[in-house]
């Protein structure tokens, strides 16, 4: 599969903080990303998505930039909360329907 | 909307026996359903794709007659875990995607299966 991967494995940031979760991926033809929010015993849900054309996106409290020079896409959530607790993974999506999902960021936010 | 459920949520079976999980999407009808693996704290590793009427798509490494899927329905995908042993515990989830929307997959919330 492809190599998306995750620069740290664990986060610890103060309630109301911002937050910054990267990721490294390998195929530069990749034609869109997804970060995915899971929490303990759940299945992933998606939190925002950029197109390759796109250097930012932004969401509700949440920005996903994107550096294709460097291969590089990270997820800002700002003002962090308790709820925001999870592990953060990033998919890349080279074509068609087919995900490959990077190693994950497991997020802890202290009140 | 686009949720996906699974059944069970959990279930412990006993080593040798079979286990059927089933993924539904509950309000679309969705071309391809995915299954995969995840063990504690690591990533979600993809096991097989499979689309309705057909055979599914197997990915490296994984058994096909270990790991039987069926795609019978557009809402409805299972897998059937065979003579399980306690290596195949793990946490088992699907996804679907939409025909009009290949590229998002809407997760279920997977599956926890303990094999003692």
């Known amino acids: 599969g492809e190599n998306v991967g995750l620069h740290l494995p664990t986060l610890s940031v103060q309630e109301g903080d911002n937050s910054i979760i990267n990721c490294a991926y390998s195929n530069s033809a990749s034609d869109y990303f997804i970060w995915y929010k899971q929490e303990s015993g759940k299945g992933p849900q998606f939190i925002i998505d950029i197109r390759s054309n796109m250097d930012k996106r932004q969401g509700q409290r949440v920005t996903v930039l994107l550096n294709k020079t460097v291969k590089h896409l990270s997820l800002q959530i700002a003002a962090t909360q308790p709820g925001d607790s999870a592990v953060y993974f990033c998919a890349e999506i080279p074509t068609g329907n087919q995900f490959y999902f990077g190693t994950g960021t497991s997020l802890t936010v202290i009140p | 909307g686009a949720v996906v459920s699974q059944h069970p949520s959990r279930v412990i079976c006993k080593s040798g026996t079979s286990v059927k999980i089933e993924c539904r999407s509950l309000d679309f009808q969705a071309t391809t359903m995915f299954w995969y693996r995840q063990f504690p704290k690591k990533s979600l590793m993809l096991m097989a794709t499979?689309?309705?009427?057909?055979?599914?798509?197997?990915e490296q490494g994984v058994e096909k007659d270990k790991f039987l899927i069926n795609h019978a329905s557009l809402t409805l995908s299972t897998l059937t875990v065979t003579s399980a042993h306690p290596e195949d515990s793990s946490f088992y989830i699907c996804s679907a995607t939409k025909p009009d929307r290949p590229y998002e997959q809407y997760f279920g919330p997977g599956t926890r299966l303990t094999v003692t």
């Open positions: 499979s689309n309705e009427g057909s055979k599914a798509t197997y």
